[in-house]
């Protein structure tokens, strides 16, 4: 149990693995009313993750909203799925963790900048660049709603309309323009788009299966922190 907390640890915190996504995997995402569903947190790539068990330290926010309000998951700590709810109908469930701060090579960094599209990355870069990194992510049970088009008040969050094709990318609760958007679906197809002037973008994602869709940010870490650079992460799962 050691052994695999502290690989799971390395999963979250490991320069090497700056650039791996972050998503809610829900044990179902249609689930019939009065399910209890299991919620996993995973880091990988191309919807191929590793577990991250739950720690409470570092959550901030682990929630799921409905028509009925929000209320807190649940779960076991150190335990992978990280947590569960009972689930009456359309569900967004949503998390939010703390800061991670680590140091990377300029090399690592700048791949990173361009794998995520960040173009206003500044040209002089020290060879060690402190950085910290933040996770803002969602996922929908249940069929769509016009309730999944109410953002949830997170710092950076992708908000995707009723389609589950349009999406709203926002940043301290303001639409963010120009910022890549890029959906995945298990089996590789990707596709990709820039957010508009009011933060929307459309992509191709109505094809059966579970979907990935994320945006990065990368802004200046607050003076106090530690850190030169912050990266905002922000995805949403679903599936069609």
Same mark, same amino acid.
């Given at each position: 149990m050691r052994t695999f907390l502290l690989l799971a640890l390395l999963l979250v915190t490991a320069p090497s693995l700056l650039a791996h996504d972050f998503w809610l995997e829900p044990s179902n995402f249609r689930p019939s009313d009065g399910e209890t569903v299991m919620i996993a947190l995973r880091v990988g790539e191309n919807l191929a993750g590793d577990p991250v068990p739950r720690r409470s330290s570092r959550i901030v926010r682990f929630v799921a909203r409905d028509m009925a309000g929000e209320r807190a998951i649940e779960g076991l700590e150190?335990?992978?799925p990280a947590g569960m709810?009972?689930?009456?109908?359309?569900?967004?469930i949503a998390y939010e963790?703390?800061?991670?701060p680590h140091v990377i090579?300029?090399?690592?960094?700048?791949?990173?900048?361009r794998e995520e599209g960040v173009t %206003? &990355?500044?040209?002089?870069?020290?060879?060690q660049v402190r950085e910290r990194f933040t996770r803002y992510v969602k996922s929908i049970l249940g069929e769509s709603t016009a309730a999944i088009e109410e953002p949830l008040g997170m710092r950076f969050e992708l908000v995707p309309d009723r389609d589950l094709r349009s999406f709203r990318l926002l940043c301290e609760g303001k639409p963010l323009r120009g910022a890549l958007v890029i959906a995945l679906q298990a089996g590789g197809k990707r596709h990709e788009a820039r957010s508009d002037t009011k933060g929307r973008v459309t992509l191709p994602t109505g094809d059966e299966g579970v979907w990935l869709v994320k945006a990065v %940010? &990368?802004?200046?870490a607050p003076a106090d922190s530690g850190s030169t650079w912050e990266s905002l992460w922000a995805s949403v799962t679903f599936q069609r």
């Amino acid at each position: 149990m050691r052994t695999f907390l502290l690989l799971a640890l390395l999963l979250v915190t490991a320069p090497s693995l700056l650039a791996h996504d972050f998503w809610l995997e829900p044990s179902n995402f249609r689930p019939s009313d009065g399910e209890t569903v299991m919620i996993a947190l995973r880091v990988g790539e191309n919807l191929a993750g590793d577990p991250v068990p739950r720690r409470s330290s570092r959550i901030v926010r682990f929630v799921a909203r409905d028509m009925a309000g929000e209320r807190a998951i649940e779960g076991l700590e150190n335990e992978d799925p990280a947590g569960m709810t009972r689930v009456d109908g359309p569900t967004v469930i949503a998390y939010e963790g703390k800061p991670t701060p680590h140091v990377i090579s300029r090399e690592k960094f700048e791949q990173f900048a361009r794998e995520e599209g960040v173009t %206003h &990355l500044a040209k002089k870069v020290d060879a060690q660049v402190r950085e910290r990194f933040t996770r803002y992510v969602k996922s929908i049970l249940g069929e769509s709603t016009a309730a999944i088009e109410e953002p949830l008040g997170m710092r950076f969050e992708l908000v995707p309309d009723r389609d589950l094709r349009s999406f709203r990318l926002l940043c301290e609760g303001k639409p963010l323009r120009g910022a890549l958007v890029i959906a995945l679906q298990a089996g590789g197809k990707r596709h990709e788009a820039r957010s508009d002037t009011k933060g929307r973008v459309t992509l191709p994602t109505g094809d059966e299966g579970v979907w990935l869709v994320k945006a990065v %940010h &990368l802004v200046r870490a607050p003076a106090d922190s530690g850190s030169t650079w912050e990266s905002l992460w922000a995805s949403v799962t679903f599936q069609r």
